[in-house]
Nanobody
């Protein structure tokens, strides 16, 4: 089992920045690809970003490329999502998630929520326009 706890959400003005953190505990953290998803009110959960266990590979949904950066510190069992130039349409609950590292590194699979086995409780991000 892996327990994931997100933090760092809050209210920010459009154009501002936030950094989300996700602390993992339980089974060996470094053997999981880590990801971030988000869910806005009335919408389905959508993929945001993923990072391989080494940190050497990252993948983003097109809408956040150049604005968001995913990173991880395996020594601290923590994954981060730096979000810059925020827009009001990014308002959502952001979820941290873990995926078995042995699965294929491919965009269509990385963005599939069913590939991820562990989920945090989510942290609210609200961007005011």
């Amino acid at each position: 089992q892996v327990q994931l706890v997100e933090s760092g959400g809050g209210l920010v003005q459009a154009g501002g920045s936030l950094r989300l953190s996700c602390a993992a505990s339980g089974r060996t953290f470094i053997r999981y690809t880590m990801g971030w998803f988000r869910q806005a009110p009335g919408k389905e959960r959508e993929f945001v970003a993923a990072i391989s266990w080494s940190g050497g590979n990252t993948y983003y949904t097109d809408s956040v490329k150049g604005r968001f950066t995913i990173s991880r510190d395996n020594a601290k069992n923590t994954v981060y999502l730096q979000m810059n130039s925020l827009k009001s349409e990014y308002t959502a609950v952001y979820y941290c998630t873990a995926r078995t590292e042995t699965l294929a590194w491919h965009g269509s699979r990385l963005s599939d929520s069913y590939e991820y086995v562990y989920w945090g409780q989510g942290t609210q991000v609200t961007v005011s326009s």
